[in-house]
């Protein structure tokens, strides 16, 4: 199983990146997938997840409106495009699968839900 994570960098405030995370090893269009953050000192954070059908995302409020969540199950690849970005998005970014199953509706914020995770990816936004 590998989910690699890319697309970070630096940013200045209100520009935008996207993020992509190829996956393989698995069956990619059966698992509800995700996007968690980190920044130095703090815990990992959820930002935003998505259904293994694609109908159904979530994003944490801190994202709302600015960040989308996508994937492509034909090419095994799961994105996020940022746009409007602040420098309090400053990060590690993390992409991350799960088991499909209705529990997901319910927990797909829990970090500790997640069966699979990428390496990760620097976005930093500064001017």
């Known amino acids: 199983v590998q989910l690699q994570a890319y697309g970070g960098g630096l940013v200045q405030p209100g520009g935008s990146l996207k993020l992509s995370c190829a996956a393989s090893?698995?069956?990619?269009?059966?698992?509800?997938m995700a996007w968690f953050r980190q920044a130095p000192g703090k815990e990992r954070e959820f930002v935003a997840a998505?259904?293994?059908?694609?109908?159904?995302?979530y994003y944490a409020d801190s994202v709302k409106g600015r960040f989308t969540i996508s994937r492509d199950n034909a090419k095994n690849t799961l994105y996020l495009q940022m746009d409007s970005l602040k420098p309090e998005d400053t990060a590690v970014y993390y992409c991350?699968?799960?088991?499909?199953?209705?529990?997901?509706?319910?927990?797909?914020?829990?970090?500790?839900?997640?069966?699979?995770w990428g390496q990760g990816t620097q976005v930093t936004v500064s001017s």
């Open positions: 090893g698995f069956t990619f269009y059966s698992f509800g």
């Open positions: 998505i259904s293994w059908s694609g109908i159904s995302t």
């Open positions: 991350a699968a799960r088991m499909g199953g209705s529990s997901f509706y319910t927990t797909f914020g829990n970090v500790n839900e997640y069966d699979f």
